[in-house]
């Protein structure tokens, strides 16, 4: 072989390589920092890009794409010097590939370390019971502070999400126990407050009870009064009728002979009829003379005059 024809053959196979490495194809979201004599030229963007070789150069290469990292558990020490292993996943995205590239030498490295920090520092202000009960708190809290200080390093933080918090065991034992303890707690609080709530109740029904057991007497009460006040009216009535009757019928001629001769009987009558009642009497002295008796009862009627009499 001839030395042209080697050396043909050399020309073209560095001219290939070189061809090679001056074409550069760029997956789509994917972004490539080119450096040109050691300094920063361009971004290729994604497809088909034209570079001069040995001139340019692809020092970095990054993905566009929404990307999840671990961050590894750590001790952090709460408010009350309790230590907790705390650890999450961080979901970042590189936005600036310039920024990424010379703004840190490594970005999610830089943002792993910096998550960790803000949580330590975010959990040593507040409680045990306080960290566990906000970490929607502390997510906010850490994606917000990283947000601006990835801001220098091209990286916009998406989201953090806390994975597992681990108290040591003594201290969930001791969290058992104080669940369990206000567990019976709210349950004596309930049971004391139903016992409370049936007393109230008893005594309400028995109260309304009273009430309604006086208001029964006072009505039965009322109801007898109204009717022994109406039967006295009545039997009043009934006796001015009988006197008007009998008033009236006094005033026709022999009326009062009738009447003398009536209220006589009446009067031996009713001496007789305490005869027969009690064995032990006391009478007046002249009891024997029926016509001294009958006299007294005509007396009596004759005391009586009728209205419009002259005396």
Same mark, same amino acid.
């Given at each position: 072989?001839?030395?042209?024809?080697?050396?043909?053959? *050399?020309?073209?196979v560095?001219?290939?390589?070189?061809?090679?490495?001056g074409?550069?194809i760029?997956p789509q979201q994917?972004?490539?920092?080119?450096?040109?004599?050691?300094?920063?030229?361009?971004?290729?963007?994604?497809?088909?890009?034209?570079?001069?070789?040995?001139v340019?150069?692809?020092?970095?290469?990054?993905?566009?794409?929404?990307?999840?990292?671990? #961050?590894?558990?750590?001790?952090?020490?709460?408010?009350?010097?309790?230590?907790?292993?705390?650890?999450?996943?961080?979901?970042?995205? @590189?936005?600036d590939?310039?920024?990424?590239?010379?703004?840190?030498?490594?970005?999610?490295?830089?943002v792993?370390q910096?998550?960790?920090?803000?949580?330590?520092?975010?959990?040593?202000?507040?409680?045990?019971?306080? #960290?566990?009960?906000?970490?929607?708190?502390?997510?906010?809290?850490?994606?917000?502070?990283?947000?601006?200080?990835?801001?220098?390093?091209?990286?916009?933080?998406l989201?953090?999400?806390?994975?597992?918090?681990?108290?040591?065991?003594?201290?969930?034992?001791?969290?058992?126990?104080?669940?369990?303890?206000?567990?019976?707690?709210?349950?004596?609080?309930?049971?004391?407050?139903?016992?409370?709530?049936?007393a109230?109740?008893?005594?309400?029904?028995?109260?309304?009870?009273?009430?309604?057991r006086?208001e029964?007497?006072?009505?039965?009460?009322?109801?007898?009064?109204?009717?022994?006040?109406?039967?006295?009216?009545?039997?009043?009535?009934?006796?001015a009728?009988?006197?008007?009757?009998?008033?009236?019928?006094?005033?026709?001629?022999?009326?009062?002979? *009738?009447?003398?001769?009536?209220?006589?009987q009446?009067?031996?009558?009713?001496?007789?009829?305490?005869?027969?009642?009690?064995?032990?009497?006391?009478?007046?002295?002249?009891?024997?003379?029926?016509?001294? @008796? #009958?006299?007294?009862?005509?007396k009596?009627?004759?005391?009586?005059?009728?209205?419009?009499?002259?005396?």
């Amino acid at each position: 072989m001839s030395v042209s024809l080697v050396f043909a053959i *050399a020309l073209v196979v560095i001219a290939l390589t070189l061809i090679s490495r001056g074409l550069r194809i760029v997956p789509q979201q994917h972004a490539w920092v080119v450096e040109r004599l050691g300094r920063f030229h361009r971004v290729l963007e994604p497809g088909l890009n034209l570079l001069i070789p040995i001139v340019d150069n692809v020092a970095y290469k990054f993905d566009l794409r929404e990307t999840p990292m671990d #961050v590894e558990k750590q001790v952090c020490i709460t408010k009350d010097n309790t230590q907790i292993s705390i650890d999450g996943v961080l979901y970042l995205q @590189i936005t600036d590939p310039k920024a990424a590239a010379y703004g840190t030498s490594d970005p999610l490295a830089s943002v792993e370390q910096l998550a960790q920090t803000i949580m330590r520092s975010d959990v040593g202000k507040k409680q045990l019971d306080e #960290v566990l009960s906000s970490r929607t708190e502390l997510n906010e809290s850490i994606v917000s502070e990283l947000d601006r200080a990835a801001l220098n390093w091209g990286v916009k933080v998406l989201r953090y999400e806390i994975r597992d918090i681990n108290p040591p065991q003594e201290v969930i034992r001791a969290m058992e126990l104080q669940i369990t303890a206000e567990r019976q707690k709210r349950a004596l609080i309930a049971k004391s407050e139903g016992e409370k709530q049936q007393a109230i109740n008893v005594s309400e029904g028995e109260r309304q009870q009273q009430i309604n057991r006086a208001e029964g007497t006072k009505r039965s009460k009322i109801l007898q009064a109204e009717g022994d006040a109406q039967a006295v009216t009545t039997v009043a009535d009934a006796t001015a009728r009988a006197l008007a009757t009998v008033g009236a019928a006094l005033q026709q001629s022999g009326a009062q002979d *009738a009447m003398k001769m009536q209220v006589a009987q009446d009067f031996i009558a009713q001496w007789g009829g305490i005869a027969k009642e009690s064995n032990v009497m006391i009478v007046p002295s002249d009891m024997g003379d029926l016509s001294k @008796i #009958v006299g007294t009862a005509f007396k009596i009627v004759d005391g009586v005059k009728p209205k419009g009499a002259a005396s």
